[in-house]
């Protein structure tokens, strides 16, 4: 029985490690291939990335409107923005950051999980960094469960 304890509590505090699946691409307004920017889905690399945040920066020209100076998608620990629009007086520039499998996928104007659609002027999207886990949970449970397994044992 004493050999079951350690391999319990082992058990107890084990987690499982998974690595974000993110699009990783670059486009600027020279290059001919603009997949980066129409249908990453078809064209942009699958990378594993060892982040937390996959990531899309999208640069539009002002004028003429909606016009993408460059595109890029990757992946992150900190984005220095994330889910902000920055102006100047020539560029608008979409910073997205997101947690999901391929969720930078879309337009590169929203936190749309890939869907291509939205806009981030009303600022809907609220990402906070370490919700939606369970891993706390996890943890007390698994805590519990080993007193509770160490108590009966005595």
């Given at each position: 029985?004493?050999?079951v304890l350690p391999?319990?509590?082992l ?17 600027g ?11 990453p ?57 997101c ?5 930078n ?8 999980g ?6 981030l ?34």
């Amino acid at each position: 029985m004493k050999k079951v304890l350690p391999v319990l509590f082992l058990i107890c505090f084990c987690k499982t490690a998974t690595a974000l699946l993110c699009y990783t691409c670059s486009v600027g307004e020279q290059d001919v291939d603009t997949t980066c920017i129409d249908d990453p889905v078809k064209g942009a690399t699958k990378t594993n990335c060892n982040k937390k945040y996959c990531t899309t920066i999208r640069q539009e020209y002002k004028d003429p409107q909606n016009k993408v100076a460059s595109m890029y998608r990757g992946c992150e620990d900190e984005p220095i923005h994330m889910n902000e629009i920055i102006e100047d007086a020539t560029y608008r520039i979409y910073y997205t950051a997101c947690t999901e499998t391929l969720c930078n996928g879309g337009s590169g104007k929203a936190a749309d999980g890939g869907t291509g659609g939205g806009s981030l002027g009303d600022k809907s999207t609220l990402l906070v960094p370490g919700i939606g886990s369970g891993s706390t949970l996890q943890m007390s449970v698994s805590l519990i469960i080993l007193l509770l397994v160490i108590a009966h044992l005595i």
